[in-house]
């Protein structure tokens, strides 16, 4: 059957962990809909993953709609096939409307109010329609990367999967967000001689006093906290995320320890010229305000612990174990040994198949906790969205119940069950 002509209370486009969370939402109320995924169930993190991946945050973060994670290891951190069976597992338990290969190109509101969108299987029509597709959509790659030598492998962090894929020889990481730093991080650990341009991503302790600072900012509300109660509000949605990792069991990652075990930094890369990179001369400064972020974070945990009275084991603070003697401002490839560059300089958004007058001039969505100003158009899975877990499987089922109450209350919509249309449903993934 093809997919034009149909007409749906409720179109969810994306079937990562914020489809398949909103899915749930609205079964659970009885709302008729369809959740239509270009690809299939899990495919970013099947796909955009490198090999030695896992969770940053731990294991019992994972609370999607009815279904917290249940293993043995609630204080680990998933590694990537892990994820996958923790999302195919939801899959099954939501057991969702859902058709995968099918990719929405275009969505617009007619004068009526009903939404109308053109797919790779033809035309539907809704009344509300959520777009759950995340965040991070198009790699960044700077325009200086056009003039680096052909024979430099070039790779984006998506792309990346091990060491093994790259030429033999010295790589090149630009960018120390969470994925550049851990990707610099595996080459590194692989016996790789690897030169990182450092980025403004802050970072975090993986332990303090005892406990990991993740289960710290969680008792002290700084995951509940809504992004109009933040103090930097709407500002923190474009904040780099801190550099930690969950690997081996956790621990911080310290560039300055991989500095004195032989990695090479350096300051912002600002420019390519005649082979030579040019970067500011910015490096310590950068080492140092990604330290006294992770301090401010423990002084909050230090007045949190007087405040409260719990009972924690005291720890020394942080100590510097490197410091840049000069800052390298210039670096000839030919005579680098660098055979390869791994861009971790994050991704931006494109929602220009979205052609509904919801943007900002940047082209971000302008909502309020997923509710953009057209009636029945939402948001989900956004970094930030209301809270700091809303792009993560932490906070995401927490916005999905809070639209798909906005959903039931809107006027005329009616649920027909759970499965809603089930011959529909089959027709479509027919």
């Not at 489809?19 to 369809?34: F, Y």
């Not at 239509?36 to 030695?52: G, I, M, N, Q």
């Not at 590694?79 to 195919?88: C, K, T």
Request: with cysteine; proline share 6%.
């Amino acid at each position: 059957m093809e997919l034009s002509g149909g007409h749906w209370p409720v179109v969810v486009v994306g079937g990562g962990q914020a489809g398949l969370s909103m899915s749930r939402c609205l079964g659970r109320r009885g709302i008729d809909h369809v959740v239509l995924e270009r690809s299939e169930v899990a495919h970013s993190w099947k796909t955009y993953r490198w090999d030695t991946f896992c969770l940053v945050t731990p294991n019992w973060q994972c609370q999607l709609p009815d279904f917290p994670y249940a293993g043995d290891d609630p204080h680990g951190f998933m590694v990537r096939d892990q994820i996958v069976d923790y999302l195919e597992a939801y899959r099954a338990f939501v057991d969702p409307p859902i058709v995968e290969g099918v990719e929405v190109t275009r969505v617009t509101r007619d004068e009526r109010g009903t939404y109308r969108l053109a797919t790779s299987r033809g035309e539907l029509t809704a009344d509300q329609v959520v777009v759950a597709t995340g965040g991070y959509h198009t790699p960044i790659t700077p325009p200086l990367s056009q003039a680096l030598p052909e024979e430099i492998t070039q790779v984006q962090s998506q792309d990346y999967r091990s060491g093994a894929q790259l030429p033999p020889g010295e790589v090149l990481v630009v960018g120390s967000g969470q994925s550049g730093a851990q990707i610099a991080e595996d080459l590194h650990l692989e016996g790789r001689k690897v030169h990182l341009v450092v980025g403004d991503a802050p970072r975090v302790a993986r332990f303090y006093r005892g406990r990991d600072v993740t289960d710290w900012l969680a008792e002290m509300g700084y995951y509940d906290m809504p992004v109009t109660e933040h103090p930097r509000r709407e500002a923190v949605r474009a904040q780099a995320n801190h550099y930690v990792t969950g690997r081996d069991g956790g621990r911080d990652i310290d560039l300055r320890a991989h500095a004195a075990a032989g990695m090479s930094l350096y300051g912002l890369l600002t420019d390519h010229r005649d082979g030579v990179l040019h970067f500011k001369p910015d490096l310590t400064e950068r080492l140092d305000h990604a330290d006294e972020v992770s301090e401010s974070i423990k002084d909050t945990i230090d007045a949190y612990i007087a405040r409260s009275g719990v009972d924690a084991p005291v720890e020394e603070r942080y100590t510097p174990v490197w410091r840049p003697d000069g800052e390298t401002l210039e670096l000839r490839l030919a005579d680098s040994g660098i055979t390869a560059v791994v861009w971790c300089i994050g991704f931006r958004q494109d929602f220009r198949w979205v052609d509904v007058p919801v943007f900002t001039g940047r082209g971000a969505p302008a909502h309020s906790r997923g509710v953009t100003s057209s009636p029945g158009l939402y948001f989900l899975g956004l970094p930030w969205l209301w809270t700091w877990g809303s792009g993560r499987f932490s906070g995401v089922g927490r916005d999905a119940e809070y639209l798909a109450e906005r959903i039931r209350s809107q006027r005329g919509l009616t649920g027909t069950g759970p499965r809603g249309d089930v011959c529909n449903v089959l027709a479509l993934g027919s």
